[in-house]
């Protein structure tokens, strides 16, 4: 598949597209801005942009006093930062609150590589989740990242938007449209429905195709929108294909496979199995070989949706 | 267009903080739980803000963009807050009695989707400077004249987020906002000395670039004097310590912490009522 560029780097782009048409619009960053591109939202706009410094809590306090004030703050850092230092003042000061402010977590998954398990964040959507009234969005490429900042804008609500920092394969069209809370079907089939988010959309094709070969029919369906989840698309999944993989690139508690397997529970009891990073923290190492080792690559997803078939 | 609350008199001013002190005590032995201790500290310097010409506000337009904001970042002093939206007519002084009922928009710690005209949902401690921070850099960046105002705890400030904050805002130079130090010298487990004494207390935020103004915080004539200076105070925020009592204006709770938390029951509330009459 051809890669295109990061999620992170849409991100920023995005922001920067975005600033002409919301005049309300600010940026912050925690002296990330260069990893989390939104300073290619500084380099257009350098008077809304506010760089609060190595303080993810504070600039989660000030990106709620900001909306409250009628600005649409969206504030990035590292999603293990911003997320894990930031959650007392995410569900406090802006989920408790109801503001319409935006964040968005780079750096996701294990996926970032060699600078090891502090900078990986691999826990972002549980916690993201779990904040009433939060929309939690992951895009797939860089196509949909643009399309999900620009819904995340004119969302009335908090947003968490999750990034990553390499390239990932091209999965959409520019013209693609985002609309919070409904999951996207890639690809049609009857025998298994893999499940995926993030990067694991594009190693969910593969393995689709791989499938095929073997004369597995599996659907594909993009659930970039994690909440609200589209719970209507996993009841049609489970009854019309009668197995799910879920893939994602996340620890197993309070991701993606934990959402739609309590979904499939309660309306459809189907077997289902999961493609994630288990109860493990990550590691340094390049990107791919990591993703190789903690089993979350095309191959492992087949591996898993064929094993699944069999137990239908 | 917001109107400026006029000035009362010291007298009416402090009459003011007296009715403030009785609603204080009547809901939380109603309640029959609650923190009178810091509530009661607070009471004198909420009064300024309200009363005093200090915030600009106006009952007949609480949504006013350009209202003055007020955060009690020392949430569990939540009646003091509800007690004085009352006297300004934002509540129903008959609403004070249902402070932490079930269904009572008078939460325990002040919750702004429950009671829209609070400015900020607090209880964590240390997070209300922040979104002060934040609604007084939208004021600069917007072009908006109002003020924030924001009422901290001493031992709140044992909070690095208060830090943070206290770091950003001399760099934004906020001088469209006031921090409040009610320092009452008292956290729960003790004494601030006992427990992590951070002095001295102006010293630090001076050193973190901040204009500082030390007060007797049940002083009404230095709250209105410190207030008055902190509006011509340019390119930097201004920090009132306000030296307080815990418990001040009911003498069996004042200076004693057992009254941190804890309710008084109807014997203790008549008291405390006959004293504050």
Request: glycine residues 10%.
């Amino acid at each position: 598949m051809e890669l295109g560029k990061a999620t992170r780097v849409a991100y920023g782009e995005a922001l920067a597209s975005l600033g002409a048409e919301i005049p309300e619009m600010v940026v912050l960053d925690a002296d990330l801005s260069k990893a989390t591109m939104s300073k290619l939202f500084q380099n257009v706009y350098p008077e809304r942009f506010f760089n609060m410094g190595i303080c993810e809590a504070n600039m989660v306090g000030v990106a709620s006093g900001m909306a409250s004030a009628g600005l649409i703050p969206f504030a990035s850092s590292f999603a293990s930062f911003l997320i894990c230092k930031g959650f007392d003042q995410l569900r406090m000061s802006v989920a408790y609150q109801g503001e319409n402010a935006k964040f968005c977590g780079t750096h996701t998954g294990i996926s970032i590589g060699e600078d090891g398990v502090s900078q990986q964040g691999i826990e972002d959507i549980a916690l993201a989740c779990c904040l009433h009234g939060f929309a939690v969005l992951v895009p797939a490429d860089e196509h949909e990242m643009r399309a999900a900042v620009r819904a995340a804008a004119f969302h009335k609500g908090p947003v968490y938007i999750r990034a990553g920092r390499p390239q990932v394969p091209i999965i959409y069209t520019a013209d693609v449209k985002f609309t919070i809370g409904k999951a996207d079907t890639l690809r049609p089939g009857k025998d298994v429905t893999i499940i995926a988010m993030g990067l694991m959309v594009g190693a969910s094709l593969e393995a689709a195709a791989q499938l095929a070969e073997t004369g597995i029919d599996a659907r594909v369906i993009n659930f970039s929108s994690i909440k609200p989840l589209d719970v209507e698309a996993i009841i049609t999944a489970a009854k019309e294909t009668g197995a799910i993989v879920v893939a994602e690139e996340h620890i197993n508690h309070g991701g993606l496979g934990q959402a739609v397997s309590q979904v499939v529970v309660e309306h459809c009891p189907i077997p289902m199995s999961f493609v994630n990073i288990g109860d493990r923290f990550g590691e340094s190492g390049t990107p791919d070989s990591l993703l190789e080792k903690y089993g979350l690559t095309a191959k492992d997803v087949a591996a898993a949706a064929q094993k699944l078939v069999a137990r239908k | 267009m917001t109107t400026t609350t006029t000035g009362s008199s010291i007298e009416a001013l402090q009459e003011k903080a007296k009715a403030i002190r009785r609603h204080v005590v009547e809901s939380i032995a109603a309640a029959k739980s609650g923190h009178p201790g810091g509530s009661l500290s607070a009471a004198d310097v909420v009064t300024a803000l309200y009363f005093g010409g200090v915030m600009r506000h106006d009952v007949n337009n609480p949504h006013d963009p350009n209202r003055d904001r007020f955060i009690l970042s020392k949430g569990h002093a939540a009646p003091v807050l509800y007690a004085a939206l009352a006297e300004a007519g934002y509540l129903p002084i008959e609403s004070l009695v249902t402070l932490r009922k079930l269904g009572s928009p008078l939460q325990g710690h002040p919750s702004k989707v429950d009671l829209p005209i609070i400015e900020a949902s607090t209880g964590s401690l240390g997070m209300g400077l922040s979104v002060g921070v934040g609604m007084a850099m939208a004021a600069k960046y917007k072009g908006d004249n109002f003020r924030t105002y924001v009422m901290l705890g001493d031992g709140e400030a044992e909070e690095g987020q208060v830090w943070e904050a206290a770091m950003s805002a001399p760099f934004y130079k906020l001088d469209n906002l006031v921090a409040i130090v009610d320092s009452n010298k008292f956290q729960l487990d003790g004494s601030i000395e006992q427990i992590l004494n951070w002095a001295p207390i102006a010293e630090k935020w001076a050193a973190f670039g901040w204009h500082t103004i030390e007060i007797n915080g049940h002083n009404m004539e230095e709250i209105l004097a410190a207030f008055a200076e902190a509006k011509t105070i340019t390119g930097k925020p201004v920090c009132i310590i306000a030296n307080t009592i815990k418990g001040e204006g009911v003498c069996f709770i004042a200076g004693n912490n057992e009254w941190h938390g804890k309710a008084p029951n109807a014997d203790e509330c008549a008291r405390a009522m006959a004293e504050l009459a």
